[in-house]
């Protein structure tokens, strides 16, 4: 059922070169369940009897990485195969399995889990035993089948075959045990569930719902390594719905969780998912996607939020914008730490929102070449689809992109007209605006209106001018050159 001509050519290099020097080597996990399942396999894995050391003196193109296990990277051109060897079962119940590097982990980034995670207290978990032994220490049955290329047979110890026919995903052992050893194998059983289509076997699927709090005591660097696999393998809507239905999600973005649990104006909040069906549409088109989008898309609901109150309480926007972003990405990294390039990014794709929506003439066309603004404009329109309003700013964008130089230049200066209508003409810097001091334009009218200087004797109620108020205008007056108040006559030049 597998065939050689599917099966990466460094890979046969690296079975056949163990093979030759006398060692058992199996192809393992993940590429072995893709193939069976007429899959495409994103990387190949190894299993073998030889030790890091040996396999390091028979490929020159080898780096040995890992704390606890011990793993062979044999480096290629373009690929890296990873050479595990075979674990036995004498590690100690109470060490934690948390840094194990399953097959099902690694067909997906081709990044050892071992390389990048910090579980528990880093021990020698080098312990080392038969192809037997290795199958019952990985998770899942359907990941702990062996391709044997010297008779091209596939060995099976735990009935994985049987579960890969029926489409269930079961966990190798007692399922409450192996989550407890490492709760991050929850994650995992949704991820492959939603990957691969398939029902969580009833045993398995029993103790999630328990032990889910376990999540918050996995350390937030590891949990970001999870998150990516989780939303950033093609089918991240729908792990999404496991993950809220197992009540996992709010462990991983404990403020979106509490944010989705409200509705708007009777409506449920969509955006979430509309971003992650685009993410999903991007992945399958062979499209890039970046984390920092993700993490913006995924945090925009408490960000929303935050941010209303700040402004309800007089903040103005981008300044309530940005309060907000410091507070959610601030608790939201104790659960997971993502690295600050990111957050960095995020910050610019939420921070553009309000620029894209106002459209002043003067930035429009130095937005385009911002790097962000692709991300931003995309998230515009995810917005708009979701219904939170900016249907005018994303359709204009979408116009304004498609036009040419002079359809952009009009649009441009249409753009500013309507955004110096909005803000009202300004009074020239260093001058007092006409009306005095309060601002108010100064008319006809109101100069008509104004009382004028009579010769009263005193103060009243009317608020007359007195005599000595008067020669103190006529000596100010004299000073300025003989100025005159709106209404009088100019004094002629003595000269």
């Known amino acids: 059922m597998i065939s050689r001509a599917h099966i990466s050519e460094n890979a046969l290099k690296v079975l056949y070169r163990l093979r030759n020097a006398g060692f058992a080597a199996y192809l393992v996990g993940g590429c072995v369940r893709d193939q069976l399942l007429g899959r495409e396999p994103k ?40 050479v595990a060897t075979f674990r036995g079962s004498a590690a100690p119940p109470d060490q934690a399995d948390g840094e194990d590097v399953d097959a099902e982990d690694e067909d997906d980034d081709g990044i050892a889990e071992s390389d990048v995670a910090e579980t528990a207290q880093l ?43 029926a489409g269930m995903l079961r966990l190798i052992g007692d399922p409450e045990q192996r989550y407890r050893e490492d709760p991050v194998r929850m994650l995992r059983a949704v991820r492959f ?17 328990e032990l889910a709090p376990l999540l918050a005591d996995i350390p937030p660097a590891r949990l970001f390594e999870e998150v990516l696999k989780l939303f950033q393998g093609g089918c991240a809507l729908a792990t999404y719905e496991q993950l809220r239905h197992y009540g996992l999600f709010e462990y991983l973005f404990p403020q979106t969780e509490e944010s989705l649990e409200h509705e708007e104006e009777g409506f449920p909040l969509t955006f979430v998912a509309r971003a992650l069906r685009n993410t999903d549409e991007r992945v399958n088109a062979g499209l890039p996607v970046t984390p920092a989008f993700l993490f913006a898309a995924l945090l925009w609901e408490p960000l929303r939020e935050r941010a209303a109150l700040l402004q309800a309480n007089g903040a103005p926007r981008m300044e309530a914008l940005q309060r907000a972003a410091d507070d959610v990405i601030a608790e939201q990294i104790r659960s997971i730490a993502f690295p600050r390039r990111f957050s960095v990014q995020a910050r610019e794709i939420w921070g553009l929102q309000p620029r894209l929506e106002e459209r002043r003439t003067k930035r429009v066309s130095a937005l385009l070449d911002h790097p962000r603004f692709r991300a931003a404009y995309d998230f515009l329109v995810l917005r708009s689809e979701a219904g939170e309003g900016g249907d005018e700013a994303a359709d204009w964008w979408t116009r304004f992109q498609a036009g040419d130089e002079a359809e952009r230049g009009s649009m441009a200066d249409e753009a500013g007209e309507a955004a110096r209508g909005r803000r009202g003409r300004k009074p020239r810097r260093g001058r007092k605006p006409p009306g005095g001091a309060n601002g108010a334009e100064a008319t006809d009218e109101a100069v008509q209106a104004t009382p004028p200087a009579v010769t009263g004797e005193g103060d009243d109620d009317q608020g007359q001018e007195s005599g000595g108020g008067r020669r103190r205008r006529r000596r100010r007056r004299g000073r300025r050159g003989g100025r005159k108040t709106p209404g009088e006559a100019p004094t002629p030049d003595p000269a």
């Open 43 to 82: 990387d190949f894995d190894v299993a073998t009897d030889a030790h890091p050391e040996q396999v390091r003196e028979l490929f020159r193109n080898c780096r040995l990485i890992g704390r606890r296990f011990r793993l062979a990277h044999v480096r290629f051109r373009d690929e890296i195969i990873e």
């Open 193 to 209: 569930a939603a990957k691969l289509g398939f029902r969580i076997h009833p045993d398995s699927e029993a103790p999630i719902l």
């Open 123 to 165: 021990t020698d978990d080098n312990v080392y035993g038969t192809i037997e032994e290795d199958a019952l220490r990985r998770d899942f049955t359907i990941n702990a089948l062996y391709y044997n290329v010297e008779d091209f047979s596939v060995v099976d110890f735990v009935g994985g075959m049987a579960d890969l026919e």
